[in-house]
């Protein structure tokens, strides 16, 4: 049975701070409350007056209750709302909250304690998420799951969904998944954008390392974010990253991913300045594409509570005001294995730049209503003097980056996210090495919907299972996180004694 909290005797939400009166649908493994999530809202956590940040809970897993048993939906539920009550005050080193305090969760439970689900349970927690849209004024989705792409987006029943959930007026936040490094198919990490991420309106995310500073300028790009084109269809994805590595948010005490050796608790030195014996870590640090989907779910929250934004117009802005500066490639050595990779920053690795909302905010530039940013199609267009793979980016006109004179494709994309001056005109080009493409592999049709005998086939899942446990949330890689954002949002830094290593 679904559980109502209605926090004031008067059966309405009380809605204080960034994102006051939006509602924030988790759809996750749940959320266990903490005093991060009974603050105010106000950016000053403590006062005597607190409401619970979570109005609704139900769960859709047989068997279990609303509350997080596995660790991750707490975690994300802490970097889109969390207020730092358990972090405020002179005896700490950081005031850990989330980047949209004022927002009220709706909390739709699909994964199970090991993190697993099913596509059947998902779609139940997005019908649900319609059907209370209105009732909780719900106008943002969080997506930190995925699964395989097994048949076009157009007939994949969770990309349909989604869709729904769209065009009911609900902007849908998706992680890109984590599967950067997977080069099974021998294309580098290319072509593995994850369902439903893969589909067009949705505002797909992949995963930015902060390098633990809290200046963008030495801001790298993950080896471990899923890169596009999408399996099939060939759809341009991400849309744009956020931060991902080492985010400090809530910890679910005793959950699946609490208990884990090495547990990625946070040390208590890290945020506290003395800590006395036997204090027990609120925080705890995860790192992934879940956790830059659950920034941006705040982000566009934010926008929809200062502005009204509807769906279409919330990913237009953040894709245009989003970072653009970026080296063209960048490498980084695994210390635990000593395995190198090289990350290029082309259109499907990083789409239309690094999140920023105090750009997003500040910009009242809006496209009309009515016109819808779905993410364009990558079309394979021969092969250079040079041997370099030719892709071209289309569109259909009714989209916003069909129509330069509205929006101007390259202030969305950026000419250093491409190979080629435009991206637009009917002569422009996405180069890609021949290598990285394999024409057999990212353009053929034989490995468009993968293979039958993938595990999980029918099943959608959390990171930890998707991703591989070992190389997402095992300590040895975690990593840094810094306050990037400046005043709007916060959570913790790594100046401040973090132990864990840096694997990128």
Not at 389 to 411: F, K
Request: glycine share 12%; charged share 15%; hydrophobic share 35%.
């Amino acid at each position: 049975m679904p559980e109502t909290i209605l926090p004031d005797s008067g059966g309405t939400a009380v809605n204080f701070g960034l994102g006051a009166g939006i509602g924030v649908a988790v759809i996750d493994s749940g959320i266990r409350m903490n005093a991060d999530l009974f603050g105010n809202g106000t950016g000053t956590p403590g006062q005597a007056m607190k409401f619970p940040r979570v109005v609704y809970s139900e769960s859709f897993v047989p068997g279990e209750t609303p509350d997080d048993l596995y660790g991750h939906g707490t975690h994300i539920a802490g970097i889109i709302a969390g207020d730092g009550s358990n972090s405020f005050g002179s005896g700490y080193l950081e005031d850990i909250h989330g980047v949209a305090s004022g927002v009220n969760l709706i909390n739709l439970k699909v994964l199970d304690s090991q993190g697993q689900s099913s596509d059947a349970q998902v779609i139940q927690a997005i019908e649900r998420a319609i059907e209370l849209k209105d009732a909780y004024n719900i106008k943002v989705i969080n997506l930190s799951l995925g699964r395989g792409i097994y048949e076009s987006y157009k007939m994949d029943p969770l990309c349909q969904e989604v869709e729904k959930a769209w065009n009911a007026g609900i902007a849908v936040v998706v992680a890109a998944g984590n599967g950067g490094r997977d080069n099974s198919a021998g294309t580098k990490g290319y072509a593995t954008i994850a369902a439903p991420a893969n589909d067009p309106l949705v505002i797909t995310v992949g995963a930015m390392n902060t390098e633990g500073t809290p200046t963008r300028s030495d801001d790298l790009m993950t080896t471990y974010s899923s890169k596009g084109p999408s399996l099939g269809d060939h759809v341009v994805k991400p849309d744009l990253v956020a931060p991902g590595n080492k985010l400090f948010a809530i910890r679910d005490i005793g959950s699946f991913l609490d208990t884990m050796n090495p547990s990625p608790a946070a040390p208590v030195s890290s945020y506290e300045k003395d800590p006395a014996p036997g204090d027990v870590s609120n925080y705890m640090v995860l790192s992934g594409t879940s956790m830059a989907a659950a920034v941006t779910s705040g982000s566009a929250a934010v926008l929809i509570a200062n502005e009204g934004l509807t769906p279409d117009q919330v990913k237009a802005r953040l894709m245009k005001t989003a970072t653009k500066n970026f080296p063209q490639s960048s490498t980084i050595t695994d210390p635990a294995t000593g395995e190198t990779f090289t990350v290029q920053y082309d259109i499907f690795t990083v789409g239309a730049g690094y999140l920023d909302l105090d750009a997003a905010l500040a910009s009242k530039e809006t496209i009309p209503a009515g016109m819808n940013a779905a993410s364009p199609i990558a079309v394979p267009a021969g092969t250079a003097p040079d041997g370099s793979e030719i892709i071209h980016v289309v569109n259909d006109q009714s989209t916003v980056w069909g129509s330069s004179t509205v929006w101007g494709s390259s202030t969305v994309w950026g000419s250093s996210t491409v190979w080629g001056s435009s991206v637009w005109m009917p002569d422009s080009t996405v180069w890609g090495s021949s290598t990285v493409w394999g024409s057999s592999t990212v353009w053929g049709s034989s490995t468009v919907w993968g293979s039958v005998a993938d595990a999980g086939y029918s099943t959608v899942w959390g990171s930890s299972t998707v991703w591989g446990s070992s190389t997402v949330w095992g300590s040895s890689t975690v990593w840094g996180s810094s306050t990037v954002w400046g005043s709007s949002t916060v959570w913790g830094s790594s100046t401040t004694g973090d132990p864990y290593s840096s694997v990128k």
